[in-house]
């Protein structure tokens, strides 16, 4: 069963504009971490942006923040004033407390347009 | 930068034949990973190690093998190499498990042809 729904294969957004990638996941582990890359053209996987299960409040970094909504099983990636840079493909994944793998979802392919 | 290197970066090789692809890190994590990533199907999980000669099974391991012999290096073995391997193929190291901040630092990918 797939654990991580990204159910956005893509996407176009005005530069500047703000964008909201959306990931939902599935898990019976109440400890469990959610995180964000990010994949340009060039190939390199960066990471983004953690949010662990027990947070009381959503993560940000820099421009990059995490809706993380528990109860609908929900870590939507909110990125502010988009930029060209951010045309990329996106990756939403998890990583379950009592188990050794970071499990993704088959991500959003994002298109700033100028 | 995380120390992981991946090698070789490209290859092309026969239906067949067996390949090896090598995961070298120098930051003495505990987790290493193989991922394959193709277009409509994201990143998936093939195995993965947790420690020295401690592996595990991904989603997609049928016809991959792996062996880690040394903390520093997790080898990834297509026994006898398929089209349908033709992937971009990602090495990936984590320091410990559980909810802690502990994301993965990937290399930079080896492109796999299959012909």
């Known amino acids: 069963a797939q654990k991580i729904t990204q159910t956005q294969p893509g996407m ?3 530069e500047k504009e703000a964008v909201t990638l959306d ?23 960066i990471f983004l942006i953690y949010q662990g299960s027990y947070d009381q409040q959503n993560a940000t970094e ?15 990636l909110v990125i502010s004033a ?24 088959k991500g959003t392919r994002l298109h700033i347009l100028p | 930068d995380a120390g992981i290197t991946q090698s070789p ?8 034949t067996p390949v090896t692809l090598r ?13 394959r990533q193709d277009p409509g199907h994201g990143l998936r999980l093939i195995h993965y ?21 040394k903390t520093e290096d997790f080898l990834l073995t297509l026994e006898s190499a398929t089209s349908s391997q033709t992937s971009v193929y990602f090495c990936a190291i984590s320091e410990s498990r559980g909810e802690t ?7 930079q990918g080896t492109r796999l042809t299959v012909v």
């Open chain 2, 101 to 107: 901040n502990t994301e993965a630092f990937f290399g």
């Open chain 1, 23 to 45: 990931c939902t996941y599935d898990t019976s582990d109440p400890s469990y971490g959610l995180f964000w890359y990010k994949q340009p053209s060039s190939g390199e996987m």
């Open chain 2, 9 to 16: 970066r490209h290859k092309v090789t026969e239906t067949g």
């Open chain 1, 82 to 105: 988009s930029q060209l840079g951010d045309s990329a493909m996106y990756f939403c994944a998890m990583r379950e407390g009592n188990v050794d793998k970071i499990i993704f979802g």
């Open chain 2, 49 to 69: 190690s947790y420690g020295v000669k401690d592996t595990d099974k991904g989603e997609v391991s049928d016809g991959y093998s792996v062996s880690r012999s």
């Open chain 1, 12 to 14: 176009f957004v005005q």
């Open chain 1, 62 to 76: 820099g421009r990059y923040s995490l809706n993380f909504q528990k109860a609908r099983k929900s870590a939507n």
């Open chain 2, 23 to 35: 995961c070298h890190q120098t930051e003495n994590h505990r987790y290493m990973y193989w991922y």
